[in-house]
């Protein structure tokens, strides 16, 4: 929602009825651009933070500048210590490890969205299952791959529901989406063998020259029941036996997980003398890896620049 008052723009998110009012905290992101940012009420206390609330000057910009800011920009907090979690490559972050706000860091963001107009009529997953037949893939049809799964990954960053409506049966290309997103994210992908025998389904490699620094299993589940401890220990297990260990096991779902899953944690089912790190990923989260791959990170020139363009006052 946009209003103008007397001395700002405002433009408010319907995150914002959701936000705990505990959690509060603005931050000027840039001269004369405060942005509000606020946790779930359901997650006081969990680090995570979504803008609620952006704040432009009307003394130092036009409404021109105000309007075309909001729709060409992401406004992001990033966790920087959320299960270990490195920042994605595509962001260069406004902050520095020296000066956190609130043990993260807060992003501007330009969507990779260059197609979006073109997907607005495709609002279900029948339409883009017709792209992707029986050859979808890393593993069979990599131009398939390179077209289709960046074009899912966009409408399901416009539209989510595309991620739930997608059949069961299609969990083949829930993995390539996940692939898609490491790679973006700065990893070598391995997409093994399709079968549904639990396991992991993409590894993902990162390497500093020939030297792999961290390998990643990922057990992508799209699945519409939530996932229980088993499952978990399933995957850990199938862990132990890799020939070379991993730094890390991601469990992927489009569902959500129960409660005795959510509270496990990776020692109770591997010797500690081994550091492997363990991360379940919901529905939501798998939405936030998306909003990352969609994004490219600005500098402060580069924004300084593009406001410039759009209509500064001063």
């Known amino acids: 929602m946009f209003t103008i008052e007397r001395e700002e723009f405002i433009f408010r998110r319907h995150f914002i009825s959701r936000a705990h009012p505990d959690s509060i905290f603005n931050i000027e992101i840039f001269p004369g651009i405060w942005a509000e940012f606020g946790e779930p009420k359901s997650k006081l206390h969990s680090k995570r933070f979504f803008l609620t609330c952006l704040r432009i ?6 409404e021109n500048m105000a309007q075309g800011f909001w729709r060409k920009f992401h406004v992001k907090y990033i966790n920087s210590k959320t299960r270990n979690k490195k920042l994605p490559h595509i962001y260069r972050v406004i902050g520095s490890p020296n000066r956190l706000i609130k043990q993260g860091y807060i992003a501007i963001c330009e ?6 107009d073109s997907f607005i009529s495709q609002n279900t997953y029948e339409y883009w299952s017709a792209m992707f037949g029986n050859n979808s893939g890393f ?23 595309v991620l739930t409506d997608m059949p069961s049966q299609d969990w083949r290309v829930f993995e390539d989406v ?12 391995v997409v093994t063998k399709k079968t549904r025998d639990g396991g992991k389904d993409v590894i993902a490699l990162r390497k500093q020259g020939d030297k792999t620094v961290e390998r990643l299993l990922i057990e992508c589940k799209h699945w519409k029941n939530k996932i229980d401890v088993n499952t978990i220990r399933s995957l850990v297990g199938v862990a132990m036996t890799e020939d070379e260990l991993p730094s890390g096991v991601i469990l992927a779902t489009t569902s959500t997980f129960t409660s005795d899953a959510k509270n496990m944690r990776i020692n109770q089912a591997i010797n500690q003398a081994f550091s492997i790190s363990l991360a379940l ?3 939501k989260d798998i939405l936030d890896w998306i ?11 580069e924004i300084e620049a593009y406001i410039r363009q759009w209509g500064c006052k001063n």
């Open 57 to 62: 000057s009307r003394d130092l910009y036009s």
């Open 111 to 116: 969507p990779r969205l260059a197609e979006r």
């Open 139 to 161: 593993y069979v049809a990599p131009v398939i791959v390179k077209e289709a799964i960046p074009a899912l990954l966009n409408k399901i960053h416009t539209s989510p529901s």
């Open 291 to 301: 909003d990352d791959y969609n994004a490219i990170g600005l500098t402060p020139i």
């Open 281 to 283: 990923k919901d529905y």
């Open 178 to 189: 996940v692939a898609e997103i490491f790679n973006r994210f700065g990893y070598e992908i």
